[in-house]
């Protein structure tokens, strides 16, 4: 068996994890990301870490790409074609505002009111025929189009997800018209209720779609050229992965597909570790994800907003970014108190100590101030490039001067606020799934996350943080790790008596059929096929369903109690007699890869070997403070804090009355000291 | 205690840790509710309030802004009449629905309860929440008819649900039995009363980490740190008196207009709200309890300085004259059933006045109406009584920012529109059209955001009611730039069409299979001279349809150099020599 690489491209440096037997590293590296052209980025990191293009199988690869297209509007060229009526759907949304506080700005719909058209054609909520299509005014609508220089149509029509025939016999006619155009219709891509939600994924799909057809293209060509012509997998936001040429048909999928897959492999790292309930963070340079995973699942979310008014309507790992990360900026507001981010420096000029300009007070300089991060061998750094700690201090400085506090103090201050707001996130994203945050162990991972991560399970009241082998690169090991995966659901909003048992099995077992024959065309290697599925529900006048997992077969009465259990979990209570609503209908199909699943013994304690160096470190005064090469550090190794532990892409921060040690797989499992 | 010490750092995590307390609160109940909109429209508010004064120590952050100061005046109005009743003591919790006393409308009920630490009153915590109904003559309220509170429901006067830690459940039956939904309102109260043990418990932590006397201390600098903040904002504001008045359509029972009328006095760094002139409280629905009033008056602070905590200190420098007995201070027995349309016009004045002072942070008046369309019946399918609520949206103001939002939720919530698709599945009605109101929004430098409009056929036997305004007297635009688009309603009743009596007010009429209404909503102000107006973004604005020819011509001086058709639509160029010149005569015309 070969090597398998992941690679994540994020906005500014591109990550490789290979390993060879699918999920212990053998190799992992960053190389700055290529915006212009990614997929270059991608295969200097290939060559930097020395890979033999023969001796891999699989490529599986993560990207941005996607993302950055819908926030910067720099997509396609796009019309829409709506039921008569309706074309301003996409542009309204759904009464709503930027911010709760503010009344100003504006939204930038990605296709413009003078490309949106409508023809005559109406179905009702059966999808039953109210008005036929008007073929010829819809040839006409086409015809004048081919003048707008559009790239891609897209064609939503009112209740087309309870009948798809108008959509798609539009789509035959707008193609006969000009073969050149990517068509896209809203019933392809999610077959669910909520004009605005899908006619909003459709134009997404839309936008992105010659986007991504001409990326997977360069992509392929340039694998090709490095010598690679064997499996080219891509991340989805969903947490799992498709094969390369379907990538242009799912390319809304792919949206944020990076945060799912660190997500990913969180889950699987804590699920081997013995954690079954695990909240996961990822602290880079200007934000923090947080995501929750209970029994190895992540909350998956229904609708993620991409950008205000673009909501995109496809199941996702639900992962929570706020402005908090080694860029944020201290300062003092108008009352006179210290507030952290969410501003940020940025890439440029960066942190004060970077030496590139900047000049006030980040996380970073805190933590070199106070001696957590290594001046002389930072993450991220190419040999040699050293901290400059005297600007980090005298950034510090003006903000010690406005609060009268020493440098040291106020550098701490600076961690106790962007931690205290990492840490309220923390909890409340527990709480607003059901959970009591203090029952879930942390995985924290992202160049900045470990540094941070002992003050968070204080603050949260969590008993055990998680510290990956490779923490700074674990979004590229989630796409090492993913399966490949096919959500599909139907909106049917029936009470389940109505809709009976057997309707039921027939629709699951259609959706069944449709994600398999994806599987079998996609020739993914995969070991098992894995179906799941689940019925989202509510109670009668309810606008917010359920996640409620069912089994085929199941009877009208089995799949209500479930509804009722689920919620009892959620909410702490049932609406008691309340009928209840099946909106929809989904199916997971999933290719389970073929890969190593481990199971090792718990090793046996032993003492640490002796610290690289020691070096004084501040908790609250100087203390000399024991510096480990995480390298260093064997399965069964314990020791106590105040510790750091230095590796290339991340520094792990083990405070004073915490316990450290190396379980089986080569976490560090970090403890409160009982 | 070195005061600066104190101040940076414990201040900022005690700040934090308090907020923390409140937004827990709030997503705690959010879950628990009965009552969806509670659970899906946030409908509720928690705070936690300082002993002595009442006053907002930390609000949360999920819960709608209408109820912003609003808590912290009934809870100051709680220990007012606590106190003339012996006081808080442990255990107690008191409820009310009091409009007269706790604000807003009959169905937002608030709980207030005492926090001890050592036997001695250490914080209060309060919550609202809206329950789905409260009795009265219509199911969940709206009943622009009503000419006095009883006919919109039961009313709680202040009263102790808990004494010394014991419910008083005769108390809980008595209102269970006065309404439609005794499962639902008794869960709610339930849940209401479960989510104080929350914040008893943080507050509690953290008076084991920090120590009471230094939590206590925190309460009172960090509102003395607010009002100096929110003082700061207001010091920047030039001073004098600004002064304007604006009228509301009727109040539902007779057709005259009635005026509300502000002079905002700033003076040096603090702020006097002068309500005087304002007509005397209506017959109908049309009025506003004086706590929320003040705190209208704070949501649209809120608005233009959003980065001020929701803490009592920055409410502090304010003062306010607001005539007993009129229509923003009503008096028992007044009905409040149309509350949101006041808090709207508070709203509205204080971002003109304010907007003849600090033009470059106020947003021009938004839409300005909060009204609802409600249809009710039994579906024919399924046999079942549905009530369909549809809360109106329109444009923003535009401000010196950006041009106005096209189809904005109300300022004071956050409510979202139905989705049409999901209407036609639960009501017995089809969607006609719903689109952008073309050339609905205030022409300016900036144009005020278009409303929106809508058409539905109802496809059995239903009845509708209608709360709005803003038919007669539309959304004024600020510093020269011209008003939205008044509010529209019709009725399509056996083939007529016709206009409400009231404007946009109706309660309980009839609709047929094949009846309907066709709705539109005003946009949003406008901002500054329309005839200074980029004339790219007036051709823009024209091949969107955002604005008319007519309107591109007159109120923005354009000259259209070439009219294309693409099919139906049309498509034009502008001349840019002839637009300015055009302009220079408008402007000298106006001035001549």
Request: aromatic content about 6%; charged content about 20%; overall charge negative.
């Amino acid at each position: 068996m070969g090597g398998i690489v992941g690679i994540d491209v994020g906005g500014t440096f591109t990550d490789l994890f290979y390993s060879v037997d699918g999920v212990s590293a053998h190799t992992t590296l960053k190389v700055p990301s290529t915006p212009g052209d990614p997929s270059r980025g991608l295969v200097d990191a290939l060559t930097t870490a020395k890979i033999d293009p023969p001796g891999l199988d699989l490529i599986v690869h993560g990207t941005t790409i996607a993302t950055n297209a819908v926030i910067e509007r720099k997509g396609a060229r796009c019309a829409l074609i709506t039921t008569r009526g309706f074309r301003d759907i996409l542009e309204l949304g759904r009464r709503d505002r930027p911010h709760m506080y503010g009344l100003t700005g504006v939204q930038k719909p990605l296709i413009p009111r003078d490309l949106r058209w409508e023809v005559d054609e109406r179905l009702d909520h059966h999808g039953a025929v109210v008005r036929p299509l008007d073929e010829d005014g819809l040839r006409a609508v086409a015809q004048a189009l081919r003048g707008e220089q559009v790239e891609a149509v897209v064609i939503a029509f009112l209740h087309s997800y309870a009948n798809s025939a108008h959509e798609e016999r539009a789509a035959v006619i707008v193609r006969e018209v000009e073969a050149s155009w990517e068509v896209v219709t809203s019933s392809g891509v999610i077959r669910e209720y909520y004009e605005f939600e899908r006619t909003s994924t459709a134009a997404v799909q839309g936008y992105l779609q010659p986007l991504i057809a001409r990326y997977a293209r360069n992509l392929r060509d340039r694998l090709s050229g490095w010598g690679f012509d064997r499996q080219t997998l891509i991340m989805q936001s969903n947490g799992g992965v498709i094969p390369l040429p379907q990538l242009a048909e799912r390319a809304a999928y792919i949206v944020r597909s990076g945060p799912a897959a660190g997500v990913i492999a969180a889950a699987r790292l804590a699920a081997e570790a013995g954690f079954d309930k695990v909240i996961t963070g990822d602290m880079g340079g200007t934000s923090y994800d947080v995501a929750v995973v209970v029994d190895g699942a992540p909350i998956i979310a229904e609708t993620t907003n991409l950008d205000f008014r673009v909501p995109l309507r496809l199941p996702m790992i639900d992962v929570n970014t706020i402005g908090a990360g080694g860029g944020s900026i201290a300062g003092l507001d108008r009352a006179g108190i210290l507030h952290v981010g969410p501003r940020s420096a940025g890439a440029v000029p960066g942190p004060a100590c970077y030496g590139q300009g900047g000049t006030e007070p980040t996380v970073t300089d805190a933590n070199v101030v106070l001696g957590r991060i290594n001046a002389n061998d930072p993450i991220g750094g190419k040999g040699g490039m050293a901290l400059d700690v005297d600007a980090a201090r005298r950034a510090v400085d003006t903000l010690a001067q406005a609060i009268g506090l020493g440098i040291e103090d106020t550098a701490e201050a600076i961690l106790s606020v962007v931690n205290q707001n990492m840490a309220g996130r923390t909890r409340l994203l527990s709480i607003d799934s059901g959970h009591d945050p203090r029952d879930f162990a942390l995985v924290i991972f992202g160049g900045a996350g470990p540094l941070h991560g002992a003050a968070l399970i204080r603050e949260v009241g969590i008993h055990t943080m998680l510290v990956p082998p490779a923490p700074g690169v674990l979004c590229a090991m989630g796409c090492v790790i993913a399966d490949v995966r096919y959500d599909l659901s139907r909106t049917v909003e029936r009470r389940p008596e109505d809709l009976g048992a057997e309707t039921i099995a027939v629709i699951l077992d259609e959706q069944r059929r449709q994600g398999e024959a994806k599987l079998h065309t996609s020739e993914a290697r995969v070991r098992d096929v894995a179906v799941s599925h689940v019925a989202d529900m509510a109670y009668q006048g309810q606008i917010h369903p359920l996640r409620v997992t069912i089994e085929r077969g199941w009877s009208v009465a089995r799949i209500v109690a479930a509804f009722h259990e689920a919620y009892r979990q959620e909410n702490g209570n049932t609406l008691g007699d309340i009928p209840t609503t099946i909106v929809s209908l989904k199916t997971i199909v999933l290719g389970v890869r073929d890969l190593v699943r481990r199971a090792l013994e718990i090793p046996p304690p032993c003492a640490v070997s002796a610290p690289a160096s020691v070096r004084p470190v501040y908790f609250g005064g100087w203390v000399e403070t024991p510096i480990h090469r995480r390298d260093a550090l064997m399965p069964g190794m314990t020791f106590d804090g105040p510790a750091i532990v230095e590796q290339s892409d991340t520094t792990t921060v083990i405070e004073p009355g915490m316990r450290a040690r190396v379980d089986a797989y080569g976490n560090l499992l970090v403890e409160v000291a009982k | 205690m070195t005061p600066m010490t104190m101040d940076a750092v414990t201040l900022a995590v005690l700040r934090g840790a308090l907020e923390q307390i409140a937004d827990e609160m709030d997503l705690h109940l959010i879950h628990a509710a009965m009552s969806p909109i509670i659970s899906e429209t946030n409908d509720c508010a928690h705070g936690i309030f300082h002993p002595e004064t009442g006053e907002t120590i930390a609000q949360g952050r999920y819960g709608l802004p209408v109820f912003l100061a609003n808590m912290q005046f009934t809870v100051q109005n709680i220990l007012r009449i606590a106190e003339a009743e012996g006081g808080f003591k442990p255990g107690d919790m008191w409820i009310l629905n009091d409009p007269y006393v706790c604000g807003t409308h009959l169905q937002d009920v608030v709980l207030v309860a005492p926090h001890f630490i050592d036997g001695k009153l250490f914080a209060i915590l309060a919550n609202t929440g809206h329950w789905m109904d409260i009795g009265g003559g219509t199911p969940g309220g709206w009943a622009p008819k009503s000419k006095e509170i009883h006919q919109e429901g039961i009313l709680i006067p202040p009263l102790r649900l808990y004494e010394g830690g014991r419910l008083n459940e005769q108390m809980v039956r008595m209102f269970t039995a006065n309404v439609r939904l005794p499962t639902e309102i008794a869960g709610d109260l339930t849940a209401m009363t479960n989510v104080f043990a929350i914040g008893r418990r943080g507050i509690d932590d953290l008076v084991e980490r920090y120590g009471a006397a230094t939590v206590q201390t925190c309460f009172d600098e960090l509102i003395t740190r607010s009002e100096r903040q929110m003082r700061s904002y207001i010091a920047d504001i030039p001073d004098g008196t600004y002064c304007c008045e604006d009228w509301f359509d009727n109040d539902g029972i007779t057709d005259a207009p009635m005026r509300i009328a502000l002079a905002l006095t700033v003076e040096g760094d603090s702020l006097h709200f002068d309500f005087t002139g304002t007509a005397p409280q209506a017959v109908g629905t049309i009025n506003l309890a004086r706590t929320t009033t003040q705190s209208s008056c704070f949501v649209a602070l809120k608005h233009i300085f959003a980065e001020v905590p929701v803490n009592g200190g920055a409410f502090r420098p304010t003062r306010f004259t607001i005539p007993d007995g009129s229509l923003i201070a009503v008096e028992y027995p007044g009905p409040v059933g149309g509350y949101l349309e006041v808090v709207g016009k508070v709203t509205d004045v204080v971002f003109r006045a304010l907007a003849q002072a600090i033009p470059d942070r106020t947003p021009a008046p938004s839409f300005g109406t909060t009204g609802v369309v409600t249809i009710g019946g039994r579906h024919p399918d399924t046999g079942r009584y549905y009530v369909g609520v549809f809360p109106y949206p329109g444009g923003y103001g535009a401000s010196y920012e950006t041009d106005g939002l096209v189809h904005g939720t109300s300022p004071q919530s956050m409510a979202n529109f139905m989705s049409i698709e999901m209407s036609e599945h639960r009501y017995p009605l089809r969607f006609d059209y719903f689109a952008l109101r073309e050339d609905s929004g205030g022409a300016g430098w900036h144009r005020g955001g278009c409303g929106s409009e809508y058409g539905f056929t109802m496809l059995a036997d239903a009845v509708t009611t209608v709360v709005g305004d803003r038919v007669d007297h539309p959304p004024p635009g600020i510093l020269g730039g011209g008003h939205a688009a008044p509010n529209f309603v019709r009725l399509r009743t056996g083939g007529q069409e016709w206009k409400p009596e009231m404007g946009s007010k109706l309660e309980r009429e009839s609709l047929g299979a094949g009846d309907g209404i066709r709705a539109a909503s005003p946009g949003g102000g406008g901002f500054g001279d329309p005839l200074t107006r980029d004339l790219a973004e007036v051709e823009r604005d024209l091949n969107l349809g955002y604005v008319s020819r007519p309107t591109a011509e007159i109120a923005y001086g354009a000259v259209i150099a070439e009219e294309t058709a693409l099919l139906d639509r049309k498509l034009y160029r502008l001349d840019v020599a002839a637009s300015l010149a055009r302009r220079q005569s408008l402007k000298t015309k106006g001035t001549a």
